[in-house]
């Protein structure tokens, strides 16, 4: 998301740059997301705090995309999580309390929980992107904006992070993924407003489980899809016709939606019934409130180096329907992504 003068050759706003025809990109990066919060469980119209709960996620990215027509191009991508994590801390265990007849970490006792950590290969995305409209490679038809299309999809993962019968635990949601993304820019002088709004739908995913007994059981986990909108816009700074180098600043907010999801109980509570153990619980829906910027630098011709981060206020939400307990007022989400691009444009 960068631009000062509109020079020939100069990078189209970032969520609707499509590499020219027999052109491509290739690059190397690295995700994080980061959250925490407390956990809570209301006790006559107050919360009450019975945990902290950590998640964590950190991938290495390796793709690249080639333009197989004027206006179409092929994505492939690399996703390998080094970690997925989650971890708590000040927990209290779950009992249960006869008086509302389900389980309750209120009086429960302070307990220590190791944190749940996985790794491992996150599928294989492919993907096809159109741009039906383009304002830098369709100069002659005097198109006011640019629209770019994304259609990808993600093949199973090997191991997956539900999973308890393998030797070590997996990452990821184990499951085959669809996802479409729609992106619109506008150049106005130095700036480029640009709209993305993407939807992910995740199959589900076949796990064993281990049950309060030690036996294993044999689950089905319903993931859940998920919506991001984002709005904002790329001012662009610098550039040089020479040698091709550019600056760009991008400011951006949106907002993420969630749906339920059924989840292994006691995946994200540091303490459950055994009753439920050993199944899957439901978790409720999730919103989240974005703000972020970008950097991205055109070093010369053909490298540009990527960065990124985002800040989201996360909505309570309720993780397992047979408990009370949900995540508090103060959770925060840490989004941040860096890459390297080589561009052969």
């Known amino acids: 998301m960068l631009h000062l003068l509109l020079i ?13 025809f027999l052109r491509g990109d290739v690059y190397a990066g690295y995700r994080m997301s980061y959250q925490t919060g407390s956990l809570v469980e209301p006790v006559k119209g107050e919360e009450v705090s019975v945990g902290q709960l950590v998640t964590q996620d950190h991938r290495v990215h390796v793709g690249g995309s080639f333009g197989v027509a004027p206006i179409a191009a092929l994505t492939l991508e690399f996703p390998i999580t080094a970690k997925q994590q989650v971890g708590w801390s000040d927990a209290q265990s779950m009992a249960f309390d006869p008086t509302f007849g389900r389980g309750s970490m209120q009086s429960g006792l302070p307990i220590e929980r190791d944190p749940v950590t996985g790794s491992g290969l996150s599928g294989v995305w492919m993907g096809v992107q159109v741009a039906p409209f383009s304002e830098r490679d369709f100069t002659n038809r005097g198109n006011q904006a640019s ?5 990808s999809y993600r093949t199973k993962d090997a191991t997956n992070f539900y999973d308890l019968s393998a030797a ?3 990452a990821g949601h184990g499951a085959s993924t669809l996802r479409l993304r ?13 709209l993305t709004a993407t939807y992910s739908r995740v199959g589900e995913t076949n796990a064993t489980l281990i049950a309060a007994d030690g036996t294993q059981v044999q689950a089905t986990v319903i993931n859940p899809d998920e919506l991001l909108v984002m709005s904002g816009v790329e001012v662009h700074t610098f550039a040089d016709p020479i040698s091709q180098a550019e600056f760009a600043v991008d400011f951006r907010m949106g907002f993420a939606y969630q749906s339920w999801g059924d989840m292994p109980s006691g995946l994200y509570l540091p303490s459950v019934l055994d009753s439920s153990l050993g199944g899957v619980t439901t978790m409720g829906e999730q919103t989240r409130f974005v703000g972020g910027i970008g950097i991205y630098w055109r070093l010369f011709e053909y490298l540009k180096l990527e960065l990124a981060s ?4 996360v909505m309570p939400t309720q993780l397992e329907n047979p408990y009370l307990v949900q995540t508090g007022s103060n959770t925060v989400r840490f ?11």
């Open 168 to 170: 070590e635990r997996g």
């Open 310 to 313: 985002d800040v989201s206020y």
């Open 335 to 345: 989004d941040t992504r860096a890459d390297l691009v080589v561009m052969f444009r």
């Open 8 to 20: 020939s050759g100069a990078l189209a706003a970032e969520p609707t740059d499509l590499p020219p």
């Open 182 to 194: 729609g992106a619109f820019s506008k150049e106005l002088g130095r700036s480029q407003p640009h």
């Open 147 to 151: 629209w770019l299309l994304d259609l």
